[in-house]
């Protein structure tokens, strides 16, 4: 079991380098960017940030259980390691955010992450993958079609919190949802296919890229369209909210396809990241980063395509 752990270690340094950063600053600077992120949301989401924070911790758990290295471990190990290595790595990513939880007095948010970790250990949603569920989107592209089918059980949550904002009349709520759900659409375009499945498209550069971008716009508003329907009947004075969350949902989105694409064939590397990070901090920073990434991406693309 300690040499998983150390394999998996060295995989991280690996992949820390391909982002242009050394390992030994990489991790003070994580603990940095994590301690503003969390500072970021309590700053301007006093009301509800606990749970939002909630919501961010177990989204990122959950994820960790969906690596590709951890189904690998499922066939190497007995079933009692894989679930006590399982149970380490899910506590070891809890942990953070409970110290940051406990900090704010969120004793019961606490015991929800607690007993979430140790539940998402011992769950496999395996035999869930393989039966394909259907998706409102086609085969072509792939993102929003394995990307649902991944975040398949963030419905009940994201259903739950919707009806609870409707019970007590919380429009702030819907909005987060809607902005929840265009981060999930963005995290769709962090998995990286294979060249192949580039090369094949009998397009220019920049057909493909229109093509994809359009698809993706498309997909998304598939996949907001209920919340929206229900902000415009339910909570109708907050469109000018909502066509301000849904505009920078659409933003991100390009800028994310154009990145995806601009590092193609590997993933986003540091400068993307930082470059994603300062967006967030002055959304109208994407006018210019989406036509650096675009150029790029157009670049990338040429020697694949034609």
């Not at 894989?82 to 409970?98: D, G, H, K, M, S």
């Not at 409102?136 to 904002?165: D, M, N, W």
């Not at 060249?195 to 920049?206: G, T, Y």
Request: a positive charge.
């Amino acid at each position: 079991m300690s040499y998983y752990f150390l394999l998996q270690f060295r995989r991280f340094n690996r992949l820390v380098r391909e982002f242009g950063l050394m390992p030994v600053l990489a991790y003070p600077l994580l603990l940095v960017l994590f301690l503003l992120g969390s500072a970021l949301i309590f700053i301007k989401s006093p009301e509800y940030a606990t749970w939002i924070y909630l919501v961010i911790a177990l989204v990122f758990i959950e994820s960790i259980g969906q690596r590709g290295a951890t189904h690998v471990s499922k066939t190497l190990f007995t079933k009692p390691l894989f679930y006590q290595i399982r149970l380490i790595e899910n506590t070891a990513c809890a942990i953070p955010f409970v110290i940051i939880l406990l900090y704010h007095n969120a004793f019961s948010q606490c015991m929800i992450l607690s007993l979430a970790a140790v539940a998402l250990a011992f769950s496999s949603r395996t035999g869930i993958i393989k039966k394909e569920l259907p998706t409102p989107f086609r085969r072509s592209p792939h993102e929003f079609t394995v990307g649902c089918r991944k975040a398949v059980l963030y419905l009940p949550l994201i259903a739950y919190i919707l009806v609870q904002a409707v019970l007590v009349n919380n429009a702030n709520l819907v909005l987060f949802v809607l902005a929840f759900v265009f981060f999930l659409c963005i995290s769709f375009y962090f998995s990286v296919e294979h060249l192949s499945f580039v090369w094949i498209h009998n397009k220019s550069p920049e057909d493909f890229l229109r093509a994809k971008i359009r698809q993706g716009l498309i997909n998304a508003t598939i996949l907001t369209l209920p919340i929206l329907i229900l902000l415009f009947i339910r909570f109708p004075q907050t469109w000018p909210a909502i066509c301000l969350i849904q505009g920078v949902g659409y933003l991100f989105i390009i800028a994310m396809i154009a990145a995806k694409y601009s590092a193609f064939p590997t993933v986003i590397n540091l400068p993307h990241i930082i470059l994603f990070m300062i967006c967030l901090w002055l959304p109208p920073m994407l006018l210019i980063v989406i036509p650096l990434f675009y150029r790029k991406a157009l670049n990338k693309l040429e020697t694949i395509l034609l």
